[in-house]
Nanobody, 123 residues
Framework: VQLVESGGGLVQPGGSLRLSCTAS????????IGWFRQAPGKEREGVSC????????YYADSVKGRFTITSDNTKNTVYLQMNSLKPEDTAVYYC?????????????????WGQGTQVTVSP
């Protein structure tokens, strides 16, 4: 399984970014893609996830109403649209994948990880 991320960068507060995560290597389309982030000195935290087979989505309270996760199954790509960005959203963002995820916000549930992409929100 391979996960390739893209889309990070520098943006001003209130701005938007879209992250992409393209997955390959799964035999079936029955897995979960999660987005996590880790700021300096802080633990990795779950931001959002999508269950590919059912389309169910979940969000951390800190990003509800601002971030949207979607999936383009024709491209095996999951997107994280991030709007109304705040300085506290600054972190390295990782996509992760796994099957039979019980606790979507727990990093240990995901055996596969992307390389991470930096998101910086600053004036």
């Amino acid at each position: 399984v391979q996960l390739v991320e893209s889309g990070g960068g520098l943006v001003q507060p209130g701005g938007s970014l879209r992250l992409s995560c393209t997955a390959s290597g799964f035999a079936y389309d029955d897995y979960t893609i999660g987005w996590f982030r880790q700021a300096p000195g802080k633990e990795r935290e779950g931001v959002s996830c999508i269950e590919k087979s059912h389309g169910n989505t979940y969000y951390a309270d800190s990003v509800k109403g601002r971030f949207t996760i979607t999936s383009d199954n024709t491209k095996n790509t999951v997107y994280l649209q991030m709007n109304s960005l705040k300085p506290e959203d600054t972190a390295v963002y990782y996509c992760a994948a796994g099957e039979e995820i019980l606790r979507w916000g727990e990093a240990y549930e995901y055996p596969y990880w992307g390389q991470g992409t930096q998101v910086t929100v600053s004036p």
